[in-house]
């Protein structure tokens, strides 16, 4: 997607109880930011931004805002989409063949609080939205035609990650995979990982699959939020 007709991405979360899930983030390092809507919770790990809602408001996925809706509709439909009629949902949305959803919300940028531009959280260098893919060859074509551009790996091979404006999406087939993989999942690359994970744990904050451990600890880990979304915290 580009800036000239959006302006500001969220990565969304769609759970049962969004405050219970807002404060697992918030241990994790994640700073509280003005909400988009009164039913969501919105924090950001200073390179991310992250809205939790209830079950039926937004589908789990991309937010894209920007300052006129008929624009941003018009951008979607000229690349031969249609949007998903009767949802169920409360904003104009799409989604992949592998589920994650997109959706166009439209709010001025003044609202939009900025990203600090430095990583806060005990998960470091936000990397990707890692996705599991059911369809891989359709599921690229999908975010392709969306204006995502491969920048590692290759599109034919069993992951790839792609990039607009705004974002970074990681899409690996599905059961290539070693380690267990509940997308869409939050990904953190950092060489001191086994550092931060030893501080996860002083912090009791329960750590799900330990992956990659040395005799000096474990350089791997995946956590699980309350909701059962993964957060990938991988040594670089």
């Known amino acids: 997607m580009k800036r000239k007709t959006f302006h500001s991405v969220y990565f969304h979360l769609e759970v049962d109880n969004p405050a219970k899930e807002a404060e697992f983030f918030h241990e994790f390092?994640?700073?509280?930011?003005?909400s988009l809507f009164a039913e969501t919770e919105c924090l950001t790990d200073g390179l991310l931004r992250l809205s939790i809602g209830p079950k039926g408001f937004i589908h789990t996925g991309i937010i894209f805002a920007g300052n006129d809706l008929d624009?941003?509709?018009?951008?979607?439909?000229?690349?031969?989409?249609?949007?998903?009629?009767?949802?169920?949902?409360r904003f104009p949305m799409l989604t992949g063949p592998s589920g994650t959803g997109v959706t166009l919300i439209e709010i001025p940028s003044i609202g939009i609080p900025k990203l600090e531009g430095q990583?806060?959280?005990?998960?470091?260098?936000?990397?990707?939205?890692?996705?599991?893919?059911?369809?891989?060859?359709?599921?690229?074509?999908?975010?392709?035609?969306?204006?995502?551009?491969?920048?590692?790996?290759?599109?034919?091979?069993?992951?790839?990650?792609?990039?607009d404006d705004f974002f970074k999406i990681g899409f690996y087939?599905?059961?290539?995979?070693p380690h267990p993989f509940r997308s869409p999942a939050i990904?953190?690359?950092?060489?001191?990982m086994k550092d931060r994970i030893k501080i996860v744990k002083s912090l009791e904050i329960p750590v799900a699959h330990e992956?990659?451990?040395?005799?000096?600890?474990?350089?791997?880990?995946?956590?699980?939020?309350?909701?059962?979304?993964?957060?990938?915290?991988?040594?670089?």
């Open 29 to 34: 390092g994640f700073e509280p930011i003005e």
């Open 71 to 89: 624009k941003m509709k018009e951008s979607i439909t000229s690349l031969g989409f249609a949007f998903i009629e009767n949802s169920g949902y």
């Open 119 to 163: 990583p806060i959280s005990l998960g470091g260098t936000f990397f990707e939205i890692s996705v599991q893919t059911l369809d891989h060859e359709a599921t690229i074509a999908f975010w392709e035609k969306l204006g995502f551009e491969a920048i590692y790996g290759e599109k034919d091979g069993d992951w790839v990650t792609m990039a």
């Open 173 to 177: 087939r599905k059961d290539t995979v």
């Open 187 to 192: 990904t953190y690359f950092e060489e001191d």
């Open 211 to 236: 992956l990659g451990s040395c005799k000096t600890g474990v350089e791997d880990a995946i956590l699980e939020t309350p909701s059962g979304y993964h957060i990938f915290m991988f040594k670089a």
